[in-house]
C-alpha cells in the first residue's frame, strides 16, 4: 500500500486525527498546484535535528515551498552538518550528568558532541568576518544573512544552501537567538567589538510584507508554530486580504492563549487568514506527519508535474 | 487559608502537579532570598493579554525579578493597555467571521479592537522617530529599545515603564516578529526607507552574557518556553557554568523535541543549567501557576523582606 | 493573599485557564447552595495515591458531595491506606528496574511497597468470604459492594467508610478492572471457584438512574474522564433532561475523540448535559485545581453553612 | 512511495515520533512473527466511531490479534454499524444545541443519528431476552456475552462477529458504562426486574489470567488505554512474569498520574511489563498510528505469511 493510498482510505472513512491529515494533504496538494500561490515554510521546534533536512532542502529544489521562515537554531543544525557535524540518535532516557561529561548535548533522543558546536563556532566566526568584510558597513537583513551562509556552505543537503542555489527567500526573525548570537559575540569580541557585522532587526519586515503584497495567493505551512508562525502571519496580515491556504502540524492546544496552539479560527478574527481559506491543523507530531503529507503529495503530482520558481527577491 | 497554607498542604502530602507546585514555591523563594542571584523571567505566550501585566511589574518593582526576556508581543500589548487600550474578556466559542467584520482580534477568550492596535500603530510611529532622532544614526539594541519605550509611556502599571523606572533590563530577543516590526515599517516608509531606526539584531548578546557572568548566581523563571527561554539558557552557558535555579510552567512535553516542552535534565546535557541545581518544571497553565507561586513567596517573605535592587545595566 | 481572594483577582482580570477556574469556583459554589442538586463525583485518574483521600472524604462528609463515581483502583488505594498501608513520595526518575527488584511499585513521583498490596490481598479475601456468606447467594452491585467494603474498614479518613457512614452512594462501574478482580480470584480459587460473591455487573445502573430521576437537579463534578464521567452522563441521559451543572478538570484535549478530553458542548449535543447548564471544564491538574476549588468554595460558604444530607439509597 | 518505505526511512533518520513509530513496526512485527505469543488488543477511546471497525475485524480474522479488551462503548458503536447505523462525517464547530434538536449526537467530528441508538435499543433488548433465556440463570462473564452478541450479529465487517467467528476471546472489563448498561435497564424493567440477563462483574477475571498464564509470552498493542490497558496488564501481573512486548498509542502524558499517560518504565516497576520486554510508546493520534503501523507490518509479511489461530477459550 502506497502512503497516499493510506491518506485516501482515511478521507474516506478516517475521522478525528486521520480526517485532519486527509484534508492536510489536500490542502498543499492545492498550494502546489495552484502556481499563483506563494508557499512559506514556517519551522520551529528541532526539525533540523531530528532529521528533516533533506526533505526540506529537497521541497526547496522542487520549489515545492517558495519561502522558508525558521527559528535560528534549525539552521545553526544545518550549519553544523554542512561542516560535518551529525546529529545521533539516543535515547530519552540517558542520563544527562553523564553526557554532560562527556560534552554530548541532548535533545529529545538526538545527541550532538559540543566538537561538533566548537567547529562550527571556528568556522563561522571566520565567515562573520568575510561577509562583514564584503558588507561594508552596510546592515544586513536576516535573510540576506541565510543566503550569506548558503553561499559559503558547500553541501547540497543543507537547507541554506538550497535556499541560496534556488533564489528561495529564507527568514530568521529570531537569529539572535541561537548559536549564531553567540558566534556574533565571538566574532564582535575579536574584533574588540568594533565594525563587526550588523544584522538590522527590523529590516526583513519590508521584504516579507512585499513578497506577501506581490503574490497572487499566499499559503502557509507551519510546524510547531511560535516566531515562526507569527512571522508569515503578520507579513499576511500587511497584505490586508489574509493567507489563502493554511496547514499546521503542531502538539499546542489552544486554551492557554500561545499562538502554537490557537485555532486557524482565531486566525481568522485577525484578518491573517481568509475566512474562506483552505485551512486545516493537524495535532501531531511533525516529524511523523510532515513527510507523510510530503510523500502523498508526491505521490499524487507524479513525475511529470513542475512547478516554475518564483523570482521573489528583488536582488541578490 | 491562604495560598501558603494551601501549598504547605501540597509539600506535605500532594503528588503529581501539587508536588512539582510546592517544589516550584521553595525554588522561587530560594532565588528570591539569595542576593547574590540574578532572577531572570522569561515570558512567552500571552501573559499580558491575559491579564498578568500588573502582577510582573509588581515584581520588577519590588526587585523579585531582575531581568526580563520577552516576546515582542507581550510587550506589544503592555504598550496597547499603556497608551489606553484594553484587552476584553469574550469567549473562546465566539464566531470569528463576524469577530472579524466588526473589527476585533480574538487571543482565546481574550479580545482586543483593531482600534486599539491603530491608536498603537499611530502613536508608535511618531515614538520611533524620536528614538531615531535621539539616537543619531547609532544602532539599539533591543533592551536599548525596551528602556526608550518604557521612557515613553506613562503608565505605572506598565511592564515597560517599570523596567524603565527601576533599571531593569529588559531584552526582547525577537522584537521584529510583533507589532514593533509592523510598526517599524510603517515609520521606515514614511521616511521613504531613509535614516530609518536600527535595532541591531546581535547588540544585546554581549549584553545578556556579561549580566550572567557578572552574577554570583543566575536564575531562571520561565512562562511557555520558546525563543525567550533559549535565550536566558544560551546566555548561562557562555558563564561556563549554568544556571544554578530553574523553574519553569509549561504545557508542552518533551516528546516531540521542542525546546519548550524539554525536560530540565535535558538543559543539564547541555552545560546550561547546573547538575545540582534547583528545579522543577510545573505542567499547568501559567495563568493560575504563576499568580499562586508568587501569593506564596510574598506571603513566605512577609512585610519587612527588601530585595535589594541589581545595578546590571552598563550604562542608560 | 487566602486562596479564594485569588480566585476573586482571577474573576476580574484573568483569562484562559484562570478564567477557568474562577467560573469552576462559581459553578461549584451553585451547585452547593442548591440543596436540591445532587452532586456527583467522578474519580479517575490515581486520586488517592496522589494523596486526595482526606480531602475527598471530608467533602462526602460535610455532604458537599452526594454520590461518588469512581474507577476501582481509587478504592483499593483507599482500602490500602484504611488498612495501614502507606503512598510514599518518590522521584519520577527513579529506576524502574530497580524498584522492581526492591518490590515496590511506582505511579508517577508516588511509592507504594508491594507488600501493601499483600496485605490488602490477605485482608479483603477474608472479607470478601464474609460478604459472600452475609448475601446468601444474593448478587451485589457494585455500590452494595462498596458500602460492604466501608463497613468493614475502621479508618475514619477513607472514602469508602465515609461513603458508608454518611449514606453516600459510591458507584464502581469498572469495579473488576482493579485489585478487587484480582482479591476475587483468590477469594474464588480459595473456594474452588464455587458460590463466590457475585457483583452483578448491571445492577447499579437502575440504582444511579433513579438517583438522577428522583432529582430536581443533578450536577458533576469529574476528575480525569474516562469511565466515571461516561457512567454519570449516562445515568443523566436516562433522566431524559440532562445535568443542569458540570465542572470538569482535565488534562485531555478534544481532537483524538475520547470521552475524557471531550468538551461539555460535545455533551450538549447528546442530551448528557442541559444547553443552559452552568458549565466549565479547566484544563490543569486536578491534583493542583480540585483543592483551589474546594477551598475557595468552603471559604465562600463560612462556617455556618450547612448543607442538608440526601437519602440517595433505597436501602442499606 | 510505500507505508514501509516511508517507515524504514522513519528508521534510519527519524528522530522523536518518527523514531518511535518506527519501533513500534518492529515491535508488532516481533509479536506477530513469535507464534508463542498471545498478541492482546486493548481499546479505548472512540475507535469504531472513527472508522477503524473493518482494521480491526481484519486483523482479528487473520490472527494477527489474539485477544480484544475494549470499552463497552466502542462495542456498542460496532453493534451500531452491524445493525445498519452509520457514523456520518461532521464538522468540530457544528452548533450542539442544533445538533440536540435535530437528534444528532457528536463525537468530535463524527455524528450518530439518535435513530440508530433507539434502533439498537430495540433490537438489543429482544437478543438479552433471548441470550437470558438460552443462559438459564446462569451468570455470564463479559467475554461470553460479547460471544454471544457477536453470535446473533450478521455483519461480517463487525468486531463483534468476527471475535465470534474466529473464537477470539473480547472481554469488556466496564460493559456496564455503554449503552448495553441502558439497554439491560430497558431489558430488566420489561421484566419487572426478575430473571434479567445476569453478567458477572468478576467472571472474566480467570479467563484472562488464565490465556495469560497458559501462553509461553503475552504482547500488548494498546490503544489509549484506560481500564482496557490496566486489564490486559493486571492479567499479565497475576502472570508472576509480565508482559514480553509493549506498544502504546497515546495523547496523554505521565506527569498528572493517569494510567493512560504512564510510561512503559513506570509498569515495569508493577512487573507488569519485563525489564527486558519489547516495548514502545507512540505519542499520537491512534487514528493515524494504527493504520500505519498494520499496513507497515502487512507490507513486511507479505502474502504468504500465515499466523495460526490460537484456542484461547476452554469452551464455547
Chains 1, 2, 3, 4 share one sequence.
Not at 99 to 126: G, M, S
Not at 187 to 207: I, M, N, Q, S, Y
Not at 272 to 284: E, F, N, S, T
Amino acid at each position: 500500500m502506497t502512503v497516499d493510498q493510506l491518506i485516501h482510505q482515511f478521507s474516506n472513512s478516517g475521522s478525528f486525527g486521520a480526517g485532519r491529515l486527509s484534508t492536510a494533504c489536500n490542502v498543499y496538494e492545492k498550494m502546489v498546484r495552484d502556481q499563483e500561490c506563494t508557499i512559506f515554510l514556517a519551522l520551529a521546534g528541532a526539525v533540523v535535528p531530528a532529521g528533516m533536512r533533506t526533505l526540506i532542502a529537497d521541497l526547496i529544489r522542487r520549489n515545492l515551498i517558495d519561502v522558508v521562515v525558521s527559528t535560528g537554531a534549525n539552521m545553526v543544525h544545518d550549519a553544523i552538518e554542512a561542516l560535518g557535524g551529525h546529529h545521533y540518535r539516543g535515547h530519552w532516557l540517558m542520563d544527562d550528568m553523564v553526557l554532560y561529561k562527556h560534552h554530548i548535548y541532548r535533545i529529545y533522543d538526538v545527541l550532538v558532541p559540543e566538537e561538533d558546536f566548537v567547529k562550527l563556532d571556528c568556522k563561522l566566526v571566520d565567515i562573520y568576518d568575510d561577509i562583514a568584510a564584503k558588507s561594508k558597513g552596510e546592515s544586513l537583513s536576516s535573510s540576506m544573512f541565510a543566503w550569506e551562509l548558503g553561499k559559503r556552505l558547500g553541501d547540497s543537503g543543507s537547507i541554506l544552501r538550497a535556499a541560496y542555489e534556488s533564489h528561495t527567500p529564507i527568514f530568521l526573525p529570531a537569529l539572535r537567538d541561537s548559536e549564531f548570537g553567540y558566534i556574533h559575540y565571538l566574532h564582535a569580541r575579536r574584533r574588540g567589538f568594533k565594525d563587526a557585522l550588523v544584522v538590522d532587526a527590523f529590516k526583513d519586515v519590508r521584504e516579507i510584507i512585499e513578497i506577501c503584497r506581490n503574490s497572487e495567493r499566499n499559503g502557509m505551512i507551519v510546524v510547531g508554530g511560535g516566531v515562526p508562525r507569527n512571522t508569515v502571519q503578520s507579513a499576511a496580515l500587511a497584505t490586508k486580504s489574509g493567507l489563502d491556504y493554511s496547514l499546521i502540524i503542531t502538539m499546542d492546544r489552544p486554551e492557554t492563549g500561545g499562538l502554537s496552539g490557537s485555532t486557524l479560527e482565531e486566525t481568522i478574527s485577525w484578518g491573517k487568514l481568509k475566512a474562506k481559506a483552505d485551512r486545516v491543523m493537524v495535532i501531531g507530531d511533525a516529524m511523523i506527519i510532515l513527510p507523510i503529507i510530503a510523500a502523498s503529495v508526491i505521490e499524487r503530482l507524479g513525475d511529470s508535474f513542475k512547478r516554475a520558481p518564483k523570482r521573489l527577491a528583488r536582488n541578490r
